[in-house]
Nanobody, 115 residues
Framework: QVQLVESGGGLVQPGGSLRLSCVAS????????VGWYRQAPGKQRELVAT???????NYGDSVKGRFTISRDNAKNAVYLQMNSLQPEDTAVYYC?????????WGQGTQVTVSS
């Protein structure tokens, strides 16, 4: 079992930045990939970014060039640096991790971009 806790969400003005953190309750064994997803009201959950154990990254088209995913294995953490935020980025952001054949999700953190 592993618990994932996201933090760093909040209210920000358009053009602003936020840095989301996701911390696991323990070190992840047999790690393959970790990522961020988001779900806006009335929308399906969509990919934001993923990073593999080898460091390869993948981003959703809508966030390329603005968001950066990174991880710190020593801290059991993954981060999402979000720049040039727009109202369309408003959503609940979830982190997840694939450990072996098990997929874990965090509880989500709200990001609201509004003037």
């Amino acid at each position: 079992q592993v618990q994932l806790v996201e933090s760093g969400g909040g209210l920000v003005q358009p053009g602003g930045s936020l840095r989301l953190s996701c911390v696991a309750s323990r070190m992840i064994w047999n790690f393959y990939r970790v990522g961020w997803y988001r779900q806006a009201p009335g929308k399906q959950r969509e990919l934001v970014a993923t990073i593999t154990s080898g460091g390869s990254t993948n981003y959703g088209d809508s966030v390329k060039g603005r968001f950066t995913i990174s991880r710190d294995n020593a801290k059991n953490a993954v981060y999402l640096q979000m720049n040039s935020l727009q109202p369309e980025d408003t959503a609940v952001y979830y982190c997840n991790v694939l450990e072996g054949v098990n997929l874990y999700w965090g509880q989500g953190t709200q990001v609201t971009v509004s003037s």
